[in-house]
T-cell receptor, first 113, second 114 residues
Framework: DAKTTQPTSMDCAEGRAANLPCNHSTISGNEYVYWYRQIHSQGPQYIIHGLKNNETNEMASLIITEDRKSSTLILPHATLRDTAVYYCIVRVRLTGGGNKLTFGTGTQLKVEL | DSGVTQTPKHLITATGQRVTLRCSPRSGDLSVYWYQQSLDQGLQFLIQYYNGEERAKGNILERFSAQQFPDLHSELNLSSLELGDSALYFC?????????????FGQGTRLTVV
């Protein structure tokens, strides 16, 4: 499985951009990078995913380096409600056609006033 | 609201018992995934079903089993429960069995084994 490395925690001021880095140096050519977040013990919330091009949606932007060994999730204007654990995941295709999201320990983002 | 419904939200049971957790995927989603989240293990993939058939297996114990029914809802059966099975159990669904489409999680079932 491709593994990801994220900082354990980060702080961000409300209204500023939050830039969450992730290393995935062993990612394979056809594996996607996914970002989820989890607030307290709620179900993980899908944020965004990408293969090799930068992606943007209403929640965030995903910047993937050209060599695909790292990526950055950008929350353009962080609010207190963005305080959560953010997981960077390489979605792995399994034998038999299945797949799984392998969650690591994530980054605890704390947004403060 | 992700559109994925899990019942019950909370469950307390004794060691040695058997329980069934239920998951209703988003409308139209064919694939269902089960995950376990305990304090010391984080989120662990258990099993994936696609259109009624098992597609992938993860760290699922032999005491646990799952199935997906023709109406696409899924059940996770946990038997001979142990204290260590206490955890949050999440179900996720996605439109296809492909790994390049987003998967949406339910709010989970909190299982407490006493």
């Amino acid at each position: 499985d491709a593994k990801t490395t994220q900082p354990t925690s980060m702080d961000c001021a409300e209204g500023r951009a939050a830039n969450l880095p992730c290393n995935h140096s062993t990612i394979s050519g056809n594996e996607y990078v996914y970002w989820y977040r989890q607030i307290h013990s709620q179900g993980p919330q899908y944020i965004i995913h990408g293969l090799k091009n930068n992606e943007t949606n209403e929640m965030a932007s995903l910047i993937i380096t050209e060599d695909r060994k790292s990526s950055t999730l950008i929350l353009p204007h962080a609010t207190l409600r963005d305080t959560a654990v953010y997981y960077c995941i390489v979605r792995v295709r399994l034998t038999g056609g299945g797949n799984k999201l392998t969650f690591g320990t994530g980054t605890q983002l704390k947004v403060e006033l | 609201d992700s559109g994925v419904t899990q019942t019950p939200k909370h469950l307390i049971t004794a060691t040695g018992q058997r329980v069934t957790l239920r998951c209703s995927p988003r409308s139209g989603d064919l694939s269902v995934y089960w995950y376990q989240q305990s304090l010391d293990q984080g989120l662990q993939f258990l099993i994936q079903y696609y259109n009624g058939e098992e597609r992938a297996k993860g760290n699922i114990l032999e005491r646990f089993s799952a199935q997906q029914f023709p109406d696409l809802h899924s059940e996770l059966n946990l038997s001979s429960l142990e204290l260590g099975d206490s955890a949050l159990y999440f179900c996720a669904s996605s439109p296809t069995g492909s790994f390049n489409t987003e998967a949406f999680f339910g709010q989970g079932t909190r299982l407490t084994v006493v």
